[in-house]
C-alpha cells in the first residue's frame, strides 16, 4: 500500500516568487491536512480537507492557501515568499475526518 | 483553544536507560492523544495513540495512558536503545474544536551506548 506522497523533495524559491506543493494521500483517505515545521515554532496547522472542502484553517496569511481535488489529492500555494517561509512542509492523509493521520516525507523549501 | 505542552529537551540517556516523556494537554472536549516520533531528515511516523480516557497505546516497547483526571499522557519505555534516538511529538485532536493536530513542541532524545 502505497503511503503519503509529497512532491518536490526539496525547492529553493527566490523572496516574492510563489511555490506550489502537491501531496498524494494514501488510496481510500479523503482528509489531508497540511503543517510547517520550523526550528523556532515547532509544528503547526495550516489547514484540513476533506473531500474537496476546507474544513479548517490555522492562524497563517493569506499568502498561505490550498485546495483538494476529487481524486483527494491536495495541493498548496504560497504566494509572495518570504525568507520566514523556509521550513519543512507536511502533509498528512486520514481516512476519516479525526484520527489515523499517516504523513509524508515532507517538501522542505528553502527561500532565499 | 487547545493546547499540548511537552517537557522540554534534550533527553540524554544511556542505552537500557528507563525513559519518561512528559505530556500534558489542554482541550475542549475529548480529545484522541497521539505520539510520534521524527527520525532526522524524515517525516512524522505514528507511534501509538488512544482515543479515550484509560486508554493505554503500545508500540515498540513504548506506552502511554491517557489520563483524563489528569489530562495527561506521558510516554514510556522501560529499556531505550540507540535506535531511538529521535524527536517525539506528543499531538492531539478534538473533534469537538474541529482541529487536525495540535502538536507540542517536541522532545529531543538521544541514547548514547
Known amino acids: 500500500k502505497a503511503g503519503v506522497t509529497q512532491t518536490p523533495r526539496y525547492l529553493i524559491k527566490t523572496r516574492g516568487q510563489q511555490v506550489t506543493l502537491s501531496c498524494s494521500p494514501i488510496?481510500?483517505?479523503?482528509?489531508v491536512s497540511w503543517y510547517q515545521q520550523t526550528p523556532g515554532q515547532g509544528l503547526q496547522f495550516l489547514f484540513e480537507?476533506?473531500?474537496?472542502?476546507?474544513?479548517n484553517k490555522g492562524n497563517f496569511p493569506g499568502r498561505f492557501s490550498g485546495r483538494q481535488f476529487s481524486n483527494s489529492r491536495s495541493e498548496m500555494n504560497v504566494s509572495t515568499l518570504e525568507l520566514g517561509d523556509s521550513a519543512l512542509y507536511l502533509c498528512?492523509?486520514?481516512?476519516?475526518?479525526?484520527?489515523?493521520?499517516?504523513f509524508g516525507s515532507g517538501t522542505r523549501l528553502t527561500v532565499v | 483553544g487547545d493546547s499540548v505542552t511537552q517537557m522540554e529537551g534534550p533527553v540524554t540517556l544511556s542505552e537500557e536507560a528507563f525513559l519518561t516523556i512528559n505530556c500534558t494537554y489542554t482541550?475542549?472536549?475529548?480529545?484522541?492523544l497521539f505520539w510520534y516520533v521524527q527520525y532526522p531528515g524524515e517525516g512524522l511516523q505514528l507511534l501509538l495513540k488512544?482515543?479515550?480516557?484509560?486508554d493505554k497505546g503500545s508500540n515498540k516497547g513504548f506506552e502511554a495512558t491517557y489520563r483524563k483526571e489528569t489530562t495527561s499522557f506521558h510516554l514510556e519505555k522501560g529499556s531505550v536503545q540507540v535506535s531511538d534516538s529521535a524527536v517525539y511529538f506528543c499531538?492531539?485532536?478534538?473533534?469537538?474544536?474541529?482541529?487536525?493536530?495540535?502538536f507540542g513542541k517536541g522532545t529531543t532524545l538521544s541514547v548514547s551506548s
Open positions: 498528512a492523509s486520514s481516512p476519516r475526518t479525526v484520527g489515523g493521520y499517516t
Open positions: 488510496s481510500g483517505h479523503r482528509s
Open positions: 480537507y476533506f473531500s474537496e472542502t476546507q474544513r
Open positions: 482541550a475542549t472536549g475529548y480529545p484522541s
Open positions: 488512544a482515543t479515550k480516557a484509560d
Open positions: 499531538a492531539l485532536s478534538d473533534p469537538q474544536a474541529g482541529t487536525a493536530l495540535i
